[in-house]
T-cell receptor, first 110, second 114 residues
């Protein structure tokens, strides 16, 4: 079946350092969505990428969708303590259902 | 209003109890979802209702019974649960139920089965 692999599982950074999480799909995706879940909270939609090679920015967050539409990344520049949480990608194949990656748990040390 | 509300926030129940989880949205969405999430794991889809009809059941055991009284409300009836059913139960909604749509999640109900 369709799989979305996300790495790393955990990431510990010092405040001010950059952070990146990667998603790879076994099949071509029609789109990929990113969610953030704060500790004790619920997933909150961040962004959706649809086009091959697409890059979108939200302040310190940069999202990329690969040319082959099989991989994606989320990069945070100069992390802050408010960035703490679990970041999930969720990929949608051309035929099939939205599949969540395992998530990357980000810890930011002040 | 982009809020999805869920009640109760926390629930403790025994294996012989019957309880219900409730979810409500007022965004005019026509699709609503139930997810189960274990600690440090991604949400797992359980059910999808689209236009008040059950469109997806991800082979969920019959001890979980969903109900969609109208397009704003979604219930999950629980009966004879097992301790391994303890988890965060998330409700979500989207415009029509197409997989490419943004899903808006509620805060969840933390369920503990003793």
């Amino acid at each position: 079946g369709q799989q979305v692999m996300q790495i790393p599982q955990y990431q510990h950074v010092q405040e001010g350092e950059d952070f990146t999480t990667y998603c790879n799909s076994s099949t071509t995706l029609s789109n990929i969505q990113w969610y953030k879940q704060r500790p004790g909270g619920h997933p909150v939609f961040l962004i959706q990428l649809v086009k091959s090679g697409e890059v979108k920015k939200q302040k310190r967050l940069t999202f990329q969708f690969g040319e082959a539409k099989k991989n994606s990344s989320l990069h945070i520049t100069a992390t802050q303590t408010t960035d703490v949480g679990t970041y999930f990608c969720a990929g949608l194949p051309s035929y099939g259902k939205l599949t969540f990656g395992q998530g990357t748990i980000l810890t930011v040390h002040p | 209003d982009t809020e999805v509300t869920q009640t109760p926030k926390h629930l403790v129940m025994g294996m012989t109890n019957k309880k219900s989880l409730k979810c409500e949205q007022h965004m005019g969405h026509r699709a609503m979802y139930w997810y189960k999430q274990k600690a440090k794991k991604p949400p797992e889809l359980m059910f999808v209702y689209s236009y008040e009809k059950l469109s997806i059941n991800e082979s969920v055991p019959s001890r979980f019974s969903p109900e969609c009284p109208n397009s704003s409300l979604l219930n999950l009836h629980l009966h004879a649960l097992q301790p391994e059913d303890s988890a965060l139960y998330l409700c979500a909604s989207s415009q029509t139920g197409l997989a490419r749509e943004t899903q808006y999640f509620g805060p969840g109900t933390r369920l503990l089965v003793l």
